[in-house]
Structures are given as C-alpha cells and as structure tokens.
C-alpha cells in the first residue's frame, strides 16, 4: 500500500472517528436531556404555552342613603372570532359572511358592512385564531352577537370568544362626582369614597388559565374559570340624591349669576351628621362650564370672615366677658390697631351700639372692640377657647385630601403680632375648611353636642348589612347651655333684623345663621377686588333638622357680600327641602304651636299656611284675597280664613305671634324692635292701640308656651 493510500485511509478513519464522537455525544446529550434536564424543560415549555391570567372581580356598589345607586360596576365584554377555526368551513363562511358582517355593522355602528366583510376574509386566509372585534361591548350587545350567523353555532363550533370585565358607571353622571371619587391604582389616585373605601369595595380576582395560539394569542383553556373571583362589598352614603341635585343647581345658577370661579354647598343632618349633599363646582376654562373638579368643601382652608364672629361670641360669652346688651360707641366704623385701620362697611344706627347689634350687623369695629378689650391682656386665654371648641384640629374624615386649620397661638412669636387677636376675632390671619365650619354651627344647632361629619353609615354584602357606623361625638359640649342659647339667639337675629334678612323674607320656617364677606388674599396682601362670599346656618331654627354653608369664591359681577352672593343658595336648598318633606313641616310647626295648623286665632302670614294647608289636604274656604296676615278659625269641618286689617297709624297687638311675625310687621311700621327670651310674644313694651312712631324701640318679651 503506497503512502498516498495510507494517508487517505487516515483521513477517512478520523472522519468516521469525529462522526462516531459527534453521535455519541448527540445521544449522551438526549439521554442527559431525558433523564436530567427533562422535568424542567417540560416545565418551562408547558410554562411558555400555558399562563394564568386575573379574571376580575366586580367592585363593589355606592349607593345612597335609600339605597339608589350612586356608583356600580357594569359587565362589560372583550369580543374576539376564531375566524381560522376548523369547525367553521368555507361553504360555510363564504355563505354566511354578507350577514355576519352587516350584523356586526349593526351592532358596533363603528365600521360599515363592506369594511367589516373585507377585514374578516382577510383574517381568515391569514389563519387568525382570535380576532378582536370589540374591546367593550355591553351585554345587550353581547346577546345580540349570539344571534349572529355563525356566532349562533356556540362558542366552539361558532367561534365566538368572549371575556367580560367591568367598568365603573354612575348612574346619575356627575351627580356628587369629586365626593364619590375614582380610583387609578396605576397613578396612585385614590379620590373620594371609591378611594377611601377601596379596600371594602375591592373584591377578590379570580384565576383564568390561557393557552398560547399562533400569533402569539392567548385563549382560554377551560368552559369554566379555575378560581371564581369574589365581589367587592357594597357601601351605603348619607347622600340623599334630590337635596344633592338641588344643591347642585342652586349653586351653579348662583355661580353663573355671579361669574364666580369656584364654590361649594354643603347640607348636614344636625343631629346625626350625616352629609346629605356636598356640591363642589369650578369653573373649567378649557371645557367652558362649571365642573366637579376639586373638593372644595373639604380640601381648601380659607379665611372665613364674619362666620368666625360666632366663635368669638362663643368663647367670650363662655367666659362672661361680655353681655348681649353691653353698649359699645362704635362710632362712623372706624378703628384702628397699631397703626392698621378696621372698618365696617357703614355706620351701624348711631354709632352706640349693643354687642347683639354688633353681631347681627356684622360689625367689624364692634366684634374687634369686644374681643381686644377683654383679652389684650391675656390673648391666650381667648385662643384656648378657641381650641377648647375643637376648630384647631382636623375633622379625621374617611375622605383624603382634608385641608389642616390654621388657628395660630401667641406663644409662637413668630406669627403672632400685636394685631392679630382683633383680626382673628372676625375672621382673618386663620383658615379653616368650609365643612370644618360648618361642623362648628351645626354644633350650636345640636344644642352643644359637636358630632363628626358622615358620609358612610354601613357595609353591606349581597344586600345584608355587614357592619354599620354610628354618629361619633368630637365634642359634647362646644360652650354652656346658656352660651349656645344666647348664639343660637343671635343667628336668629341675623335672619330676622340683620344682614341676612332680605335673602330669608317670608320663609315659612325660621332660618339661623351668619353672612360672611372675607378678602382673599393674593401675594400675602389684602384687596378688594377678590372676597369668598359664606353664609352658614341652620334650620327650622325652632327645632334644627338640617345645617348649610354655602361659599361662593371669586364673584366678580358686582356683588360680593355673603346676604346677597351666598345666602340665596342656601334659601333655595332650604326651600326645596322644606316644601318637599311634609314631615319637616309638621315637626317645625308642632315645636312652636301644632295648634295653628287648624286655628291660628293671632295673625300670622297668609303664605305661611297657605302651602301647608295644601300639603295636609285642610279643607278650607275659598279665600282668593290679596291681604297680607289672616287668622283661621273651625267652621264645621272646614278651617275659615279672615283678612286681618292693620293700620300704619296705630300699634298693633302681636302678643301671641311668632317672633318672626311680629318684627316683621312692627318694623314695617317703623319701630325698632328688641327681643328677649325664646318662643312666642308674651307682652310688648308699646301697648296696642298707642300711635305709631317710627324709629321709636319697642321691646317683645318671648315666652314659650
């Protein structure tokens, strides 16, 4: 064998060699593959095939205090087709596809019949195994899909695919928008209830196990899901959906009157305190209207103005500073500290005024007056009133983004100078929320008893109650019993003599509250160009049901003063609320004389009973005169109506009648009137029959009877 020879057998035996080796390798690696690596490949395969997927549970319902839906989720469905199936043939595809695609055009309106016919051919040549048709069809919609040529062959042989989720809906739209809330978990917003209550409404997701198809799909595997998901529970709010609506469009109407940027209403059961509505709005510049963008009511801490005098009445009263009938010479309105001048909008009567006068006139001279004297020496004291009140803390609502109070104390220097007790006796140099004010007044009309604000009072779980919140008390008592009776008096006042008279004339229920007119402050100075317009208060004042404040922030149509800006929302909730709840009236009028309802033997105001005789179906006369003040008597069955005739030349009696009644009709005389005590007339200093001097003071002492 010649060496050429040898040398090409060498070759070829270390070819055979490297492809024994390589094959021997192959086979170590498969048997390594088999028996070492193989469980866990099998995992990762079955893993890269094979996911499981959250099926979403339903949030839970908001519902109002009665029960209607505020907030519900609402089954929504992800609409796909197996256009590729094998189940579905060409004879029967092309024959069924014109129908198909025009009951999809039907159903969705977003593309016409040829498009969809066009798209579905061509998903089919491609081998679509899960076409989507629609990402959020309803269930109407999804019942009509079912009906569909092809679709109607069920879900394997009609290749119709469908997951439901759900989506948030409101039922009333914007109705109470920022106080019910959204939440995006992925932005970390958390709004109003749905934020604050997520956790309750949130249910448990169930598990869903997809299997990878060509073009990288994923389908379910299974008829049913793996793990059912869990519902969330359901919530039930204080808010009483027609008082919400009505606030609502009072206050925009008002907004809109005004040209104001922003403003707020809010209604609370004195007793319980639970909110019936809370209307936020603000003026959306890019949209061109007014929205619920911004919990006012709750997150913005602003000077409250004259509403604060109350406080200050309060704590002096509490203290026996002062007395209602104390004399104070507030002269033309004008005063000065440290050099800092203080002024009333005008001269209040002859410049001798009483600390009532003061307060129902809303006095800035006289108020400042009153509390300088009696704390300049020890502004601290007055301050621990005010926190003994519980106004320097916050609320603690459910509720996040509550704005903190700002009621600064002399022993920080660095923020107390020498004026800031008169200025923080009316208002200013402190911020508190409006619904933190509020809660204060509410306090007075709950006889003392400060209660917490509410806005959920139970849990509910498939329509059973789970848990459920009680009323909590902050305070059980704001000031003394006498204290808050001569307060309670005093807001009286403000309704019947004072600077919210006009706005509340001929209410058929008493009203009790305080206007506040406060300067905004822009670049740490004060103008007056900007004022956040508030009127809060209470009523039926006799026998309190319900507390109000409303705040109009910005106007800029003229008019800024709380009597006239904000005050008239409040008449119209008030109004609306009272006509509309036949026992709101009965209670109202069985706390001052349910006798009246059938023999009003004094005079009172025709309007006042001509409603609620109405209401209660009291058969009456057919009284079609004009006259202003009648009294009743029974005739048989029927209740007869007579005018009643007052001259403007001599006194009338008005011993017997309402308080409200009585100064009306005096001063529309010309007298001044004072009043004393609680109820009804029970003696006047001028007696009946004397002639009429206008201007003249004539004094009604109160008697409840």
């Not at 008082?243 to 809109?256: F, K, N, P, S, Y």
């Not at 601290?380 to 005010?386: C, H, K, N, T």
């Not at 000031?479 to 808050?484: L, V």
Request: net charge neutral.
């Amino acid at each position: 064998m010649t060496d050429e020879k040898k040398d090409i057998l060498w070759r070829v035996y270390l070819v055979y060699l490297g492809i024994l080796i390589f094959g021997i390798a192959i086979i170590a690696k498969m048997l390594h593959i088999q028996f070492a690596e193989g469980a866990e490949l099998k995992q990762k395969a079955q893993l890269q095939e094979l996911q499981v997927a959250n099926l979403e549970a339903n949030r839970g319902n908001i519902l109002a205090a009665d029960g209607t839906l505020l907030a519900t989720s609402v089954p929504t469905f992800e609409v796909r087709f197996d256009v590729a199936s094998p189940y579905i043939s060409d004879e029967l595809f092309n024959s069924k596809i014109d129908s198909l695609a025009a009951g999809l055009a039907y159903i969705f309106g977003k593309s016409s019949k040829r498009q969809i016919r066009s798209q579905l051919i061509k998903a089919r040549k491609q081998g679509k195994r899960y076409y989507l048709l629609n990402r959020s069809a309803t269930y109407d919609q999804l019942k009509y899909l079912r009906k569909l040529p092809i679709f109607r062959r069920g879900k394997y042989k009609g290749g119709l695919i469908t997951i439901q989720k759900t989506t948030r809906a409101r039922p009333y739209q914007e109705l109470a928008g920022r106080t019910i809330g959204y939440e995006i978990k992925k932005e970390n917003l958390h709004v109003g209830l749905e934020g604050a209550y997520s956790d309750i409404l949130t249910g448990e997701d169930g598990k869903l196990m997809l299997r990878r198809i060509n073009h990288g799909d994923w389908v379910p595997i299974h008829d049913e899901n793996e793990v059912e998901p869990k519902d969330g529970l359901d919530i039930v709010t204080t808010l009483d959906v027609n008082i919400q609506d009505v606030a609502e469009l009072a206050l925009l109407r008002q907004l809109l009157n005004n040209k104001a940027f922003q403003g707020c209403a809010i209604v609370m059961e004195v007793e319980t305190g639970h909110i019936k509505a809370m209307a936020n709005l603000r003026y959306d510049s890019t949209d061109n209207k007014y929205k619920e963008t911004y919990n006012y009511a709750i997150g913005e801490s602003i000077e409250p103005g004259s509403t604060f005098k109350l406080y200050s009445m309060l704590v002096a009263l509490d203290d026996h500073k002062i007395k209602l009938s104390d004399s104070i010479i507030t002269g033309e309105g004008y005063t000065s500290y440290y050099g800092r001048a203080l002024r009333d909008v005008h001269k209040i009567k002859n410049g001798r005024i009483t600390v009532r006068d003061a307060f129902e006139f809303s006095s800035n001279v006289g108020i400042s007056m009153i509390i300088n004297d009696a704390y300049k020496e020890n502004p601290s004291e007055f301050i621990d009133g005010l926190y003994d009140i519980g106004i320097n803390k916050p609320l603690g609502l459910e509720i996040k983004g509550e704005g903190k109070p700002y009621i600064k104390h002399p022993s920080n220097k660095k923020t107390w100078w020498g004026t800031s007790l008169p200025w923080m006796s009316i208002g200013y140099e402190l911020t508190i929320t409006p619904l933190q004010n509020l809660t204060v007044y509410n306090a007075v009309a709950n006889n003392g008893k400060m209660v917490k604000p509410m806005l959920v009072t139970e849990i509910r779980e498939a329509g059973i109650s789970s848990e459920k919140f009680e009323t909590e008390v902050m305070n059980s008592r704001v000031a003394s019993k006498e204290t808050i009776r001569q307060a309670r008096s005093l807001l009286e006042g403000v309704v019947e003599r004072g600077t919210a008279r006009r706005a509340f004339a001929h209410t058929p229920y008493k009203v009790a509250g305080k206007t506040g007119t406060a300067q905004i402050a822009t670049g740490g100075k004060y103008n007056k160009t900007n004022y956040n317009a508030t009127f809060v208060g209470y009523f039926p004042a006799d026998n309190p049901k319900y507390s109000c404040i409303v705040v109009v922030n910005n106007p800029s149509a003229g008019k800024y003063y709380g009597g006239s800006v904000a005050a008239p929302v409040f008449r119209e909730i008030s109004d609306k609320i009272y006509a509309t709840s036949l026992a709101l009236q009965l209670t109202d009028t069985a706390a001052s004389d349910s006798i009246e309802l059938i023999t009003a033997t004094t005079p009172v105001w025709y309007h006042d009973l001509k409603n609620l005789y109405s209401e209660l179906n009291y058969p009456c006369n057919d009284y079609t005169h004009n006259d202003q003040w009648v009294t009743t008597e029974l005739s048989g069955e029927k209740i007869e109506i007579n005018a009643e005739y007052f001259t403007d030349e001599t006194t009338p009696s008005v011993v017997g009648m309402k308080a409200k009644d009585a100064v009306y009709l005096l001063e529309n005389l010309g007298y001044q009137t004072m009043i004393n005590g609680k109820g009804r007339v029970r003696s006047q200093s001028v007696r009946a029959g004397t002639p009429v001097t206008r201007g003249r003071e004539i004094t009604l002492q109160l008697a409840t009877y």
